[in-house]
């Protein structure tokens, strides 16, 4: 068998912290679900807006880690931590058995003053680093480039600093267009970064989401695909249905391709996920 057929991908899944308690208790029993779909691990966001991330990103972790016995990974956002807030929530962390996080810049918000100890997301791994060896890091990567980044070289250098800081592992945006990702892996592989990217993957399943999506990223909208949002636009159910059609194309051809792993961003949708599990179980299959 050769090493390419032999290489296994992974699984894994995203989730966010709800902001009301209907929206938490509706996630509890996705978690349920998304249990029986074996994932190799569930990553919790965590938005610079968020004020008290003990009580939403890491009571989930725990929840997720603790009650589900999935590997959780606890988002951080470094612009607006100070060194005391990171020190209280790794402490916290580690308590709770959890010793993976993956460590993001995060957005600017207008108007709002950072904290100023950590400018970049490489600054935020070296901190970690430095403070507890036992942290599994990950970092995100952006295949179209960051919104911030002057150009491509810039973002793959700033990238590398990333991963030599510390992340074991990067998690990619999500994209449409797998060529991209594809050209990004080989940008990488010059640059002499060899850490695992997993390609991020959000199914699109209804036509505001993919409204907000194209009008909020920079993300590229292939032809085809938007022609399914043109041809189903007023047919929900059918623009579902294609629009997992079309999630689950992406998967297969990058699992073909000897892709690290696809991490699904599920909106905390547990029959999206279900659906896309089912349908590429056999490609995970050890």
């Given at each position: 068998?050769?090493?390419?057929?032999?290489?296994?991908?992974?699984?894994?899944?995203?989730?966010?912290?709800?902001?009301?308690?209907?929206?938490?208790?509706?996630?509890?029993?996705?978690?349920?679900?998304?249990?029986?779909?074996?994932?190799?691990?569930?990553?919790v966001t965590c938005s610079n807006r968020q004020h008290n991330i003990e009580?939403?990103?890491?009571?989930?972790?725990?929840?997720?880690?603790n009650q589900l016995q999935i590997p959780a990974v606890a988002h951080l956002?470094?612009?607006?931590?100070?060194?005391?807030?990171?020190?209280?929530?790794?402490?916290?962390?580690?308590?709770?058995?959890?010793?993976?996080?993956?460590?993001?810049?995060?957005?600017?918000?207008?108007?709002?003053?950072?904290?100023?100890?950590?400018?970049?997301?490489?600054?935020?791994?070296?901190?970690?680093?430095?403070?507890?060896?036992?942290?599994?890091?990950?970092?995100?990567?952006?295949?179209?480039?960051?919104?911030?980044?002057?150009?491509?070289?810039?973002?793959?250098?700033?990238?590398?600093?990333?991963?030599?800081?510390?992340?074991?592992?990067?998690?990619?945006?999500?994209?449409?267009?797998?060529?991209?990702?594809?050209?990004?892996?080989?940008?990488?592989?010059?640059?002499?970064?060899?850490?695992?990217?997993?390609?991020?993957?959000?199914?699109?399943?209804?036509?505001?989401?993919?409204?907000?999506?194209?009008?909020?990223?920079?993300?590229?909208?292939?032809?085809?695909?938007?022609?399914?949002?043109?041809?189903?636009?007023?047919?929900?159910?059918?623009?579902?249905?294609?629009?997992?059609?079309?999630?689950i194309d992406q998967i297969v051809d990058l699992v073909t391709q000897n892709?690290?792993?696809?991490?699904?961003?599920?909106?905390?949708?547990?029959?999206?996920?279900?659906?896309?599990?089912?349908?590429?179980?056999?490609?995970?299959?050890?």
């Amino acid at each position: 068998m050769s090493e390419k057929s032999a290489h296994q991908p992974t699984l894994s899944f995203e989730i966010f912290p709800p902001n009301t308690k209907v929206g938490e208790e509706k996630l509890i029993q996705t978690l349920s679900e998304l249990k029986g779909l074996t994932p190799k691990f569930i990553s919790v966001t965590c938005s610079n807006r968020q004020h008290n991330i003990e009580q939403s990103t890491v009571r989930l972790a725990d929840y997720v880690q603790n009650q589900l016995q999935i590997p959780a990974v606890a988002h951080l956002p470094a612009l607006y931590l100070s060194k005391q807030q990171v020190n209280q929530i790794l402490t916290a962390l580690a308590q709770k058995g959890i010793d993976r996080v993956l460590a993001l810049r995060g957005d600017k918000i207008a108007g709002v003053p950072t904290k100023g100890d950590f400018q970049y997301a490489s600054d935020l791994v070296s901190y970690v680093k430095s403070k507890n060896q036992a942290f599994t890091i990950s970092g995100a990567c952006y295949p179209e480039v960051h919104p911030d980044s002057a150009n491509r070289v810039e973002d793959v250098l700033h990238l590398k600093q990333k991963v030599e800081a510390g992340c074991t592992y990067l998690v990619s945006q999500l994209f449409f267009d797998n060529q991209s990702f594809y050209q990004f892996q080989e940008n990488c592989a010059l640059a002499g970064i060899n850490v695992p990217i997993l390609a991020g993957i959000m199914p699109i399943v209804n036509r505001n989401q993919a409204i907000r999506l194209i009008q909020t990223s920079k993300t590229k909208v292939p032809a085809k695909f938007k022609a399914i949002l043109e041809k189903y636009e007023h047919r929900p159910q059918a623009l579902r249905e294609a629009g997992l059609a079309y999630a689950i194309d992406q998967i297969v051809d990058l699992v073909t391709q000897n892709v690290d792993g696809i991490h699904l961003y599920t909106m905390n949708q547990a029959q999206t996920a279900r659906d896309i599990s089912q349908a590429t179980q056999a490609l995970f299959a050890s």
